[in-house]
């Protein structure tokens, strides 16, 4: 009997810890007597992280003139708490195996989630946040990352959630009618297990209710505007059926002018092709 999210987690050992990788590279990010060498040793020591991370940074995702080959240039030009960023983001996404293709195609899964996270860090450059942008972006990464335990752990009551939603119900509404919670406060407790930082678990709790995120609300209202655009744009699914509604105070709150919409389209469908193409490559 599932009576809370902690019950899904609860032995599920693919998801009990991040890759070793990104644990060293937290720890010496968070350690001052840690130099760049250092940071850029222990991410060259995993070959298929390196690769992905340098395609990514030569990607449009930044847009960079000159190619940046090495780690360690990575690390002087993006930043080092960036690097760290987009290491979590790539590493979760290749953590995930197993979950049925008839309730959730992961291909569609991702592509929504890299639009979303894409959509989020381009509003925060027009907003100017102090948040950096990477950081927007591993939110839209990770923000439906309690549906992947969902269809996982418990596929026939996700099931039971895609088919409410079917009728129109947005598929959030449908989870809490089912288990009463729903993937993002899986997700939210997915992110305080691995002690991923307070902000992420905050905007993944309330993705769909930016006014319940307290000190975050701003930047969960980001996140929730990047997740309705990626979906108006049909730029992948994470099993939506339908668009969900806008929280109107959540656009009210990132203060920008609609006419921001369409350059911040055309950037977001550019993007997303190559970075997803990027991410995903195999060598």
């Not at 644990?23 to 990010?29: C, F």
């Not at 780690?71 to 690097?83: D, E, H, M, N, Y």
């Not at 939603?165 to 509404?173: A, C, Q, T, V, Y």
Request: proline share 5%; aromatic share 6%; glycine share 6%.
């Amino acid at each position: 009997m599932i009576s809370k999210p902690e019950d899904l987690l609860r032995g599920y050992v693919q998801v009990s810890s991040l890759p070793v990788v990104y644990t060293r590279i937290n720890e010496a990010v968070n350690n001052p007597r840690s130099s760049t060498s250092d940071i850029s040793k222990i991410i060259s020591d995993d070959p298929g992280l390196t690769s992905r991370l340098l395609r990514l940074v030569n990607s449009a995702f930044y847009g960079y003139p000159n190619k940046i080959d090495t780690i360690s240039r990575a690390l002087l030009v993006v930043g080092t708490q960036q690097l760290r960023e987009l290491a979590l983001a790539t590493s979760v996404i290749t953590m995930f195996e197993g979950i049925s293709g008839h309730l959730v195609n992961m291909e569609c899964f991702w592509r929504h989630s890299i639009a979303c996270g894409i959509t989020a860090k381009i509003l925060s450059t027009y907003m100017k946040t102090e948040t950096h942008s990477e950081r927007f972006f591993v939110a839209g990464i990770v923000h439906d990352i309690g549906r992947l335990i969902l269809l996982k752990k418990r596929p026939d009551q996700a099931e039971e959630a895609l088919m409410i939603g079917r009728s129109g119900e947005p598929l959030f509404k449908a989870e809490q009618t089912v288990l009463g919670f729903d993937h993002a406060d899986i997700g939210r407790r997915l992110l305080v297990i691995w002690n991923i930082p307070a902000i992420l678990q905050e905007i993944v709790a309330f993705h769909h209710n930016p006014e319940g995120a307290g000190s975050h609300e701003v930047e969960t209202a980001v996140i929730h505007v990047a997740d309705i655009i990626a979906h108006g744009l049909q730029l992948g699914n994470s099993g939506e059926y339908f668009v969900p509604p806008l929280n109107e105070k959540a656009w009210e709150m990132l203060d920008l002018p609609l006419s921001i919409l369409p350059p911040l389209i055309e950037q977001v469908e550019r993007e997303v092709n190559e970075v997803q193409r990027q991410i995903f490559r195999n060598n």
